[in-house]
């Protein structure tokens, strides 16, 4: 299924052969049909495809349960829910995409995610914090890292 290891923002994951394989015939068919859009969607975009290859479903995208927060995408696996946030840069030169991710934005997070598991009378589901990170740009098969269980404040 795939590998994981410890990353300064939580447990990187690495996606097996398979996941893998599906990820390749997404960028092929990108290739042949190039998307016509920016480049924060074309992330998420590639963000699901990632997740979906893993064996996650997608249940929301750009989900916004607050005036304030939003969360990228919604998922679940095994049981889990995953709040997932997406960071997409052009390329890594001025770091990863993840160093945007500060203390404050992961708070928001906290608290969107909140509010959308109590919206649903979830709030006693298990869930979790996941990032994707999206190094690339449209036209191109991306380089993917999917950081699960990220490091957030307490409550």
């Given at each position: 299924m795939g590998v994981a290891e410890e990353d300064d923002f939580g447990q990187l994951f690495r996606p097996g052969p398979l996941a893998r394989a599906k990820l390749a015939l997404w960028g092929l068919a990108e290739r042949v049909f190039p998307p016509a859009q920016d480049a924060g969607a074309w992330g998420?975009?590639?963000?699901?495809?990632?997740?979906?290859?893993?064996?996650?479903?997608?249940?929301e995208r750009n989900a916004r349960p607050t005036r304030r927060g939003e969360i990228d995408l919604v998922a679940r696996r095994r049981g889990v829910i995953l709040f997932v946030e997406v960071k997409t840069?052009?390329?890594?030169?001025?770091?990863?995409?993840?160093?945007?991710v500060d203390a404050r934005k992961r708070e928001n997070a906290r608290k969107a995610a909140a509010h959308w598991l109590a919206q649903r009378r979830l709030a006693e589901a298990p869930h979790r914090f996941d990032a994707v990170e999206v190094v690339g740009s449209p036209g191109r098969r991306p380089?993917?890292?999917w950081v699960r269980r990220l490091r957030m404040p307490r409550a």
């Open positions: 998420e975009r590639w963000a699901a495809r990632l997740l979906r290859a893993c064996g996650c479903a997608i249940l840069r052009g390329n890594a030169r001025l770091g990863r995409p993840l160093d945007a380089l993917l890292r």
